[in-house]
Each structure stands twice: as structure tokens, then as C-alpha cells.
């Protein structure tokens, strides 16, 4: 099993600041099969990005993915309100499919 | 415009099992996989399992192996989790997602809470 890590635990940060949130893979992780989702509370998770650095219809340019092999990163630009949130990486290139432990984007 | 519209919220008593379905719109119900993941109360994500509706093949993660059952009935679109041996561990929220080989779960459902209580 593909273990992912995310660090760090919780980011606080303003609106306007630029956000790295980072996924670390216990093995390589094929770059086609590795994606982020945010959740915010009381809601499902949304694809954000997939195959490491594409996005999802609808979504943003400020929010960019990137990496290979075992190191992976979500970068936010410039935070908006509405980006606080949860982030989780996610590989569904090997079974069992699995998720980091997520970060918290929090307002600071 | 894809929806997944899921059952609502269960309660299940310890060692009995329950049944959530998962009824997707706005696209061929056997042209995507249907994956579910649940997520324990301010818990991260845990993937269970996939059954590919067009064919009822299924593949379980090796925690939940014989406790779940993954099905489909076609001829209504829908899908459904059966978790049985319930545990007080199992309380969570259940979500379907769509699934698609390149992109993860580009469309999931609302989720359905179980809870598990005598």
C-alpha cells in the first residue's frame, strides 16, 4: 500500500498569500494518478487536480499542481476567501486506492 | 449536468449491516466506475472499494474484504454499499464517487452518515 503524507498539518495564511502544500509517497507514484481534492465542512470533497498538475473543469488558475516520483505539491497562488479549506492528495494508481491525511488551510 | 444522489442517514446497531445506494444522473450509468469512501468524524479519507457497474466487477480494499458488498441494479442506475459486523468504528460518512481511470472521483455524492449504536 502507497502511503502519502501531507505536510505541514495545518497552513495559516491571509487572503492574498501564496499556499504550498506538499504530498509525500511512501513509492513512487505514476504522475498520471496523482490528484488533490478540497473539502470544506459539511461537504464532499472536489477534484482540484489530477494526473499531478491538470485541472479540473472549472477550476481556477490561481490553484496549480506539480512533481514526480514521491514528491508532490499543490500550489494556491493567491488565497481567496473561499479557499480555506481542507486539501487531500490522492493516488489512484495502485491498489488500494489512497489519501494523505490532509492539510488545513486556515485563515491566520 | 452528473449527479450522485445518495440515501439518507442510517443507524445500525453493533454486528447488524447496513445498506446505502447511490443513484448517479447526467451520464451512462455503465460508462464509469462507482467507488465509495467514508470518512470517520473529523477523520481524513478512506477508500473502500470500486465496482464497475458495466461488467459487476469489484475490488475491495483488504480492510473491509468479506465485511462489504459492493451492487449494482442497471435497470434503475443505481449502486449500493452493504456493510455488515457493524462496528461503533464504522460511524462515518459514506460517499459514492464517479470514477474515471485518469482523472480519480471527479463527481461524488453528498454522503450518507451511518451510525452505529445500540
Known amino acids: 500500500e502507497i502511503v502519502l503524507t501531507q505536510s505541514p498539518g495545518t497552513l495559516s495564511l491571509s487572503p492574498g498569500e501564496r499556499a504550498t502544500l506538499s504530498c509525500r509517497a511512501s513509492?513512487?507514484?505514476?504522475?498520471?494518478?496523482l490528484a488533490w481534492y478540497q473539502q470544506k465542512p459539511g461537504q464532499a470533497p472536489r477534484l482540484l487536480i489530477y494526473?499531478?498538475?491538470s485541472r479540473a473543469t472549472g477550476i481556477p488558475d490561481r490553484f496549480s499542481g506539480s512533481g514526480s516520483g514521491t514528491d508532490f505539491t499543490l500550489t494556491i497562488s493567491r488565497l481567496a476567501p473561499e479557499d480555506f479549506a481542507v486539501y487531500y492528495c490522492?493516488?489512484?494508481?495502485?491498489?488500494?486506492?489512497?489519501f494523505g491525511g490532509g492539510t488545513k488551510v486556515e485563515i491566520k | 449536468q452528473v449527479h450522485l444522489v445518495q440515501s439518507g442517514a442510517e443507524v445500525g446497531k453493533p454486528g447488524a449491516s447496513v445498506k446505502v445506494s447511490c443513484r448517479p444522473s447526467g451520464y451512462t450509468f455503465t460508462d464509469y466506475y462507482i467507488h465509495w469512501v467514508r470518512q470517520a468524524p473529523g477523520q481524513g479519507l478512506e477508500w473502500m472499494a470500486w465496482i464497475n457497474p458495466n461488467t459487476g466487477g469489484t475490488n475491495y480494499a483488504q480492510k473491509f474484504q468479506g465485511r462489504v458488498t459492493m451492487s449494482t441494479d442497471t435497470s434503475i442506475s443505481t449502486a449500493y454499499m452493504e456493510l455488515s459486523r457493524l462496528r461503533s468504528d464504522d460511524t462515518a460518512i459514506y460517499f459514492c464517487?464517479?470514477?474515471?481511470?485518469?482523472?480519480?472521483?471527479?463527481?461524488w455524492g453528498r454522503g450518507t452518515l451511518v451510525t452505529v449504536s445500540s
Open positions: 513509492q513512487s507514484v505514476s504522475s498520471s494518478y
Open positions: 490522492q493516488q489512484y494508481g495502485s491498489s488500494p486506492i489512497t
Open positions: 464517487a464517479r470514477g474515471v481511470v485518469t482523472h480519480g472521483h471527479d463527481y
Open positions: 494526473g499531478t498538475s
